[in-house]
DNA sequence: AAAGCGGGGGG
DNA sequence: CCCCCAGCTTT
């Protein structure tokens, strides 16, 4: 299907593009496959600019396949704080461990070696193999689903499993012999900076001339998706609970569990809001039975601030109250008996632990409000001293 | 095949 | 501000 000459004529015009138009980026200073390969992982879902400073972080501190697999989860999960989709970062270290013991630290060159890693999917196999390896696999991405469903005007909706099977074939085909890695990229870039989702530069496009999707005046109404549904809202009482007495400057943290949404990440103890959210008392008492089923007695302050948090799935709105933990005359000599996922922390120790963005926010309003609040006091205090 | 999984950027 | 972007794992 689809004729040579319109195929032959891609190729040849995208390389001639490429070598034009290639980005200098950090992973592309050196064929090391754990540097590809760490690359990859970071740009599933996220953009260029937003991972560049943090694959040049996530190699200082990690070096080497040896250095990841051998550091504690929480540094690789510190280091991937407020890139999301946190399964890749400890995905990447279970595969980084398996590469280690089973291949003797060299990542694998062979489609079912790289394929069965942790985390290596088919889009991920094929920029690996092709990129470091340079062997003749397709990488079919977002950008490459767009930039052929346009060229070669395939209807077909790209988020069915059929149409990326279909677009890995075509997209072998394609590839120059001997260019795999280039060729990949080259149809990559192509889609991130001409072949764009919205309002693509055709007039700059080097394969304008053959494109069939632009001919039929399709261009902004491909590639054919099915809506995504949107993500059901919940409603959620957060505490930011003080520190009083040896705590006093801290607030109260928690680690999530191992599994699931956001797991093992940290974040400030919050709830879900049945019926009405907004009253205060509601908050409170929802708040409060919250943490005495982890033995916490806390006294409900005032909201703090609202803040929002988005999943593909859900919808955190999230209402924050300052709390206090309960003044107990008969406990206030004992040690407090918090469970171990809970830590008391100041600004200062934020630094040791991965946070959501949504809680990196909270907090660092709050610290920002208390430390206002410190230098007013200062202030007040000097100028009563000045009068004296 | 469908659902779960975060966060950023552009128009 | 709303709308869009999207690969892998689990179910």
Known sequence: MYS????????????????????????????????IWVSEIMLQQTRVD???????????????????????EEEVLKAWEGLGYYSRARNLQTAVREVQERYGGTVPDTKEDVFSLKGVGPYTAGAILSIAYNKPEPAVDGNVMRVLSRYFLIEEDIMKGSTRVLMEKLAKELIPEGEAGDFNQALMELGALVCTPKSPHCLTCPVMAHCAGRAAGMEDSLPIKKKAKPPRPESRYTALVEGTGEHTGKVLIRQRPAEGLLARMWELPHTLATGAAGDPAAAHEALASHLAADGLG???????????????????????????????????????????????????????????????????????????????????????????
């Open 50 to 72: 937003t991972v560049i400073p943090y694959f040049e972080r996530f190699m200082d501190k990690f070096p080497t396949i040896e250095a990841l697999a051998e550091a504690p």
């Open 298 to 388: 806390i006294d409900s302050l005032h909201l703090l601030m609202q803040a929002e948090h988005v999943f593909s799935h859900i919808r955190w709105d999230m209402q924050v109250y300052v709390c206090r933990p309960e003044p107990s005359p008969l406990l206030s000599e004992l040690p407090e008996l918090l469970p171990s996922h809970y830590r008391w922390i100041s600004r200062e120790e934020m630094e040791q632990y991965a946070f959501p963005n949504v809680f990196l926010r909270i907090l660092n309003t709050y610290f920002k409000g208390t430390f206002q609040l410190k230098e007013k006091e200062r202030r007040s205090l000097h100028s009563r001293q000045s009068v004296l």
């Open 4 to 35: 040579l000459e319109q195929k032959q004529y891609f190729s040849a015009e995208l390389m001639s593009w490429y070598k034009r138009h290639k980005r200098d980026l950090p992973w592309r200073r050196s064929r090391n496959p754990y540097h």
